[in-house]
Structure formats: C-alpha cells, structure tokens
C-alpha cells in the first residue's frame, strides 16, 4: 500500500494498531488517531535492537498512544478502543505542529530516557 492510501485507512480507521515505528505512529498522531502500538523486538530477530520498545514506552507514558504491556491489556485496548487524540494534542496540522514535534522529541532525545539497552 502507498503511503497516500496508508493515510486514508488511518484517517478513516476507528482503531489503529500498529509497529511503533516513527512513520506510522506519526501519521496517525497527524490523523488524530491514538494508535495501540506493537513494537517489534529483538529477542525475535525483528530489529536489530528494542529502540521500538523505549519509543513506545515513551510515547505510552506521554498519553499519545496505548503501549500494551499483556495480551489481556491488548486485548481490553481492541475491544474498548483508544479514543482520538483531544484538539490540544492531536498533530492535525503537521507545518504547524512541526516545531512542536521537534522541541517533544529533542526533549526525549536530551533527556537520556531512550537507553535501548536498559528496555
């Protein structure tokens, strides 16, 4: 699928569930969608190592997307899906949200919290 008709899905999506890959949680942040992410890991030979995971863990502890930690925690997510992002914090306009974005992430960046090793 192309990434034009990757938006569409999630824009038209009542629940996104997703890898915690950069492109796919950004384009439903942008959608004001609050995916349920996945991330892919290591000790199955997905990645090379768990920088999905730390992101995850991140974005879940800053309320912008669900980072189910059990089966029974995806399991509830699905079945009583993550509501859309409120305005406030939603990145439904990316050229005005973009310095936003920037300052978050460099902010994660600096702060020392993405330490692969220690997910």
């Known amino acids: 699928m192309d990434s034009p008709g990757m938006e569409k899905r999630i824009r038209e999506a009542d629940c996104v569930i ?8 950004l384009i439903s942040l942008i959608n004001g969608k609050k995916p349920i992410v996945i991330p892919r890991r ?3 030979a997905e ?9 995850a863990k991140h974005l879940g502890a800053n309320n912008l997307v669900v980072y189910p930690r059990s ?3 995806l399991k509830d997510a ?5 509501a859309s992002l409120s305005p406030d914090r939603s990145l439904t306009s990316f050229d ?16 020392g919290d993405q330490d692969i090793r220690s997910t």
């Open 71 to 73: 089966d029974r925690d």
């Open 18 to 25: 997703c890898h915690a890959g950069v492109g796919t949680i």
């Open 47 to 55: 990645t090379v190592d768990n920088h999905q995971v730390t992101f």
């Open 96 to 111: 005005q949200s973009r310095g936003r974005l920037v300052r978050y992430l460099t902010g994660w960046v600096k702060s």
């Open 78 to 82: 699905i079945i009583a899906p993550p």
């Open 42 to 44: 290591k000790e199955y």
